[in-house]
């Protein structure tokens, strides 16, 4: 049983599923292009209408015959029973190619028993998994533990337990979410190795992807003639338009002879692939790109580096799955030719692999899922930094018959950093939302190893044997930076330019794709509601003076204006710096609760007062479940402070309608007009700052007789603490799945949901007392997707401005682009190349700095001080930690676990089970993290939970491991625990 389990993400597993027949035809594609002349097999085949026959004869025309071949192989295998239909095209007397028909049925049954194979030996790691856990509480069947979808490309390659020594699995912020709440490291076990669930059905249960009307009946449209070529009715077309499919399913394959037409073998198959369930299998569609697409993506065709804008809504991934196919299947071209001609020239030395890289979990999938479904003849695979896959991403990236993968910033980012792959193993890199590549964006970072690769190689790829890869980058607004001077826009934007490397920036010109592109974009009405505060608001007046007495405790009484805003907060945790450092635990101590009655307030402001006051009382209550509150003097003090106004707070709090919230009110009214407007039809989305506000705000509106219709649900993002509103990756695509089909028709999100999420039937969005700039103002706009759909915003003054700046910075992008376009080019390319260079050289000495400090920083000796206790309660040393797996700090010291720790249950059901314990100071009862999975529950503690004293005296409190500067020993195999847990109390 693995060691490491955690409260973080899961990345959700239920992947599509190939027929048999689909991947053998992937394993002998090459073959079959060099060998096959469609010319000659599409007289012999049922399934081809005249228009495929049309599109298949330009190709050849335009490419030659190896071009055909692709374009035959590729909108064959999305027709019912193409299988059969081919081979017997293939045996037929006048095409004489029945040597490939006899390799395919061949390749097949290996194929088949190789997957007969691969279950049993599923079936044998599930009965040794179950006999291997400790007791039925503890245990989770294989199933649960390790899904075998994650890979799902040549070879079927099944999951098995997770490799715990992979560090480059760790999640960042970018590739989970951008950070929702300022939340601590939980100090847990870490997240990649969290067992998966399967509490949600199949992602695509429902039919996501069914045909938008049935195939025509083969008897109206088929006939013979005497040598049994197809006669095809003109004006036959069985895809039906561009979002059309057929589901591929495991057919007969006997030998069907010449000419006859076996009507059993035409119906539509249903049974299970390879006992996959049902609901997993996939219907392909053919792609068909607006011309405007085209357009956008005919730069990158000629092998140009470039940025494509477009708006939101407008197909930007479909544009990226084009410029893909294209790129890859030119590859083939050139390695059928390189063959035919036996030649070996340099760019075929490498296979051509191309990496699609996004921001964030739940646009993988999304993006996975796209790519699946257009690109049957690819081997496409997916990672992420919480994947559990046995096969690793450096193992994929090495993998020859692997086309596509699709990953996440942070973990290509952080695997180039450990040096376990290079950029020059990919042919083509696609950035999803590349406006990101900035500052320390993992994006940029990944574009720095690019530019010192492409530096030390030369100008030009062809002056080295090191491949540099083409970059694509995709978004729907560079953005300003933030500058309302259209000179510093630009700046920006050639800023950005230069650190993806791009030639050009691309967006719609033609004025005919201009009026299909506006046809296609949907420009959501804007309407700003600006709104007082709640006025009066006895609940703020009583926090008030509760915090004016906690201030003057601490010694800066009067000092502070601004109380439930995020001013104050800074100052507050300004001040908490200084007195940690000082050795004044009392206002260190101060400092803490007054963060939480701001929060408190700033709920309040947000939304009722109840939830104010439960941001308040949970502070309080869990510190006194554990006995924290009589730990010091102070924490006594601060106690009695807040029991003497509890009650009075309360019954503030109970007053919700005498005292109402005007955001609130504005927000009921515009939910009860959009829901006339749209009667049964709407669906709309509500962005926040806050996970806690999420789940404020569907409590309030499912306590509203006129809005619980609405089915209010949180969608926030899977970093954090679950008492945040965290959710897992499978969570978050239920809930989107639940939110297309209409189960639910409001969510309530963070900033995950702004970019990428595709959901056509959103009537309506509203950015609730939130604003941060012109990108998420055009990203939450392009949610709302739908015709007459509306942008509303409701907020505080203050906030509503800074919406409105947000607007002109917006204009002013737009302009910025054109007036950049209009730059000749030899111009620009000469900006782009100072600006890079530039950015280079600061790039460089900045980290060499960085490498100093970290040199002159960096100790093998610091003191770690409970944060709860008295400033001179020493816990341990750095020497008495260590470090497993790269990512978990434990304690390993009996003497120290004995006299210092206090274990106790954990709270969560689920956790509790796996044998997981939380782990406390024995003196405080300060929460120091959990502890790993028995049988070796050594602590596991988060470094937030002390002050650390380095050796110049200096005392800081970190959040984060990576940020300590501290030398730790590293150790791969954990020994026998020498202390016994007695668990106290349930936590």
């Not at 509601?529 to 007046?541: A, E, G, L, V, Y």
């Not at 000082?582 to 101590?589: E, I, L, N, Y």
């Amino acid at each position: 049983m693995p060691y490491i389990v955690c409260d973080g993400a899961e990345e959700e597993l239920d992947d599509f599923v190939d027929a048999p027949e689909i991947e053998v035809l992937r394993r002998v594609r090459c073959k079959l292009i060099n060998d096959i002349v469609p010319s000659n097999l599409i007289p012999y085949l049922r399934c081809l209408v005249p228009k495929d026959e049309s599109q298949i004869r330009a190709e050849e025309n335009t490419g030659g015959e190896h071009k055909a071949a692709i374009a035959f192989l590729e909108r064959i295998v999305k027709k019912e029973n193409w299988y059969d239909d081919l081979l017997s095209a293939l045996r037929n007397d006048q095409v004489k190619q029945g040597h490939l028909a006899e390799m395919l049925d061949t390749e097949l049954m290996k194929y088949k028993q190789e997957l007969e194979r691969k279950e049993q030996e599923r079936l044998l790691r599930r009965q040794q998994h179950q006999q291997e856990c400790i007791d039925e509480g503890e245990a989770m069947t294989y199933e649960d533990s390790y899904s075998d979808g994650e890979t799902h490309t040549q070879g079927e390659l099944t999951a098995s337990p997770p490799n715990t020594d992979n560090s480059s699995d760790k999640p960042t912020q970018s590739q989970d979410s951008k950070a929702d709440d300022d939340d601590d490291d939980d100090g847990g076990p870490t997240p990649s190795k969290l067992p998966r669930r399967e509490e949600h059905g199949d992602p695509i249960e429902g039919g996501q992807y069914q045909p938008s009307s049935p195939p025509p009946s083969y008897d109206d449209v088929m006939q013979q003639d005497s040598a049994g070529r197809i006669i095809k009715k003109e004006g036959d077309d069985d895809q039906g338009g561009s979002t059309s499919g057929t589901k591929q399913a495991d057919g007969n394959h006997g030998n069907q002879t010449s000419g006859h037409v076996d009507k059993e073998n035409l119906q539509p198959q249903t049974g299970n692939l390879h006992g996959s369930p049902e609901g997993k299998r996939l219907t392909y569609k053919q792609l068909e790109p607006r011309g405007y697409q085209e357009e956008l993506a005919a730069p990158a065709h000629n092998g140009l580096n470039c940025i494509i804008c477009a708006p939101t809504g407008t197909g930007k991934t479909y544009v990226a799955i084009m410029i893909a196919k294209n790129h890859m299947e030119s590859a083939w071209a050139k390695q059928v030719e390189s063959v035919e001609n036996q030649t070996d020239t340099a760019d075929n030395s490498k296979p051509q692999k191309t990496l699609i890289v996004v921001n964030q979990i739940h646009l993988l999938n999304q993006t996975y899922k796209r790519l699946k479904t257009f690109l049957p003849l690819f081997n496409i695979a997916k990672r992420s930094g919480v994947s559990t896959a046995k096969i690793q991403f450096e193992d994929l990236a090495k993998m020859d018959d692997i086309d596509i993968i699709i990953t996440t910033g942070g973990l290509l980012s952080n695997s180039l950093k450990d040096e376990k792959t290079s950029l020059s193993m990919f042919s083509l890199i696609v950035f999803d939302e590349c406006h990101h590549a900035m500052k320390d964006h993992p994006y940029n970072m990944i574009m720095v190893n690019y530019l010192r690769i492409k530096n030390q190689c030369g100008v030009t790829t062809s002056a080295s044997s090191v491949r540099i890869p083409q970059i694509v980058g995709l978004t729907a607004s560079p953005g300003t930076g933030g500058k309302s001077n259209l000179e510093a826009a630009k700046t920006h934007i050639k800023t950005l330019c230069s650190n993806l490397d791009a030639n050009c920036l691309v967006t719609v010109q033609d004025p005919q794709n201009k009026e299909e592109l506006l046809r296609v974009c949907n420009n959501p009405g804007q309407v700003s509601k600006s709104t007082p505060p709640r006025n009066p608001d006895p609940f703020m007046q009583t926090v008030e003076i509760m915090m004016s007495e906690i201030e003057k405790r601490a010694g800066f009484a009067d000092r502070f204006q601004d109380r439930g805003s995020q001013p104050y907060e800074s100052m507050i945790m300004e001040e908490k710096v200084k007195a940690i450092s000082s050795k004044m635990q009392d206002v260190s101590t101060c400092c803490e609760h007054l963060v939480v009655y701001n929060n408190a307030l700033r709920m309040s402001n947000d939304c009722r007062m109840e939830d104010g006051l439960k941001i308040i009382d949970q502070f309080y209550n869990e510190r006194a479940r554990r006995g924290q509150h009589e730990s010091t003097k102070i924490e006594s003090w601060l106690y009695t402070v807040y029991r003497r106004k509890a009650s009075e707070l309360y019954e503030i709090s109970q007053e919700e309608e005498k005292y109402p919230n005007p955001k609130l009110e504005m927000l009921k009214g515009t939910l009860l007009s959009e829901m006339d407007d749209n009667s049964g039809e709407f669906r709309g989305i509500i962005f926040v700052k806050t996970r806690s506000l999420t789940k404020a705000i569907c409590g309030y509106i499912q306590k509203d007789d006129t809005l619980e219709t609405l089915k209010p649900t949180p969608l926030t993002g899977v970093k954090g603490k679950c008492a945040d509103g965290q959710m897992t990756q499978a969570e978050q695509d239920a809930t989107i799945q639940r939110f297309a089909k209409g189960d639910c028709k409001l969510l309530v999100a963070t900033s995950v949901a702004e970019e990428g999420l595709d959901i056509q039937e959103c009537r309506m969005v509203i950015n609730y007392n939130h604003a941060t700039n012109e990108i998420s103002l055009r990203q939450s706009r392009g949610r709302a997707r739908t015709m007459h759909s509306k942008l509303h915003f409701i907020g505080d003054t203050d906030v509503a401005l800074r919406d409105k700046v947000n607007v002109f910075l917006d204009q002013q992008m737009e302009k910025a682009v054109e007036e950049i376009q209009k730059i000749p080019r030899d111009e620009f390319l000469k900006d782009v190349m100072t600006i890079q260079s530039t950015l280079l050289i600061k790039r460089t000495h900045k980290e060499e700095i960085a490498k100093l400090k970290k040199r002159d920083s960096d100790e093998s000796s610091v003191k770690f001080y409970c944060k709860g206790c008295n400033p001179e309660n020493l816990v341990c040393e750095s020497s008495d930690i260590c470090k497993f797996d790269d990512t978990n700090h434990l304690i390993i010291d009996a003497d120290i676990v004995n006299s210092k720790i206090k274990f106790r249950e954990h709270r969560d059901s689920k956790k509790r089970a796996l044998g997981l314990k939380k782990i406390y100071c024995k003196r405080c009862n300060e929460d120091w993290g959990n502890t790993l999975v028995p049988p070796q529950c050594f602590p596991v503690i988060k470094i937030s939970s002390f002050n650390l004293e380095y050796s110049n005296g200096a005392r800081k409190r970190i959040k984060q491991w990576s940020k300590a500067n501290i030398s730790l020993q590293s150790i791969n195999i954990l020994p026998i625990p020498a202390f016994n847990i007695v668990c106290e109390e349930n936590d």
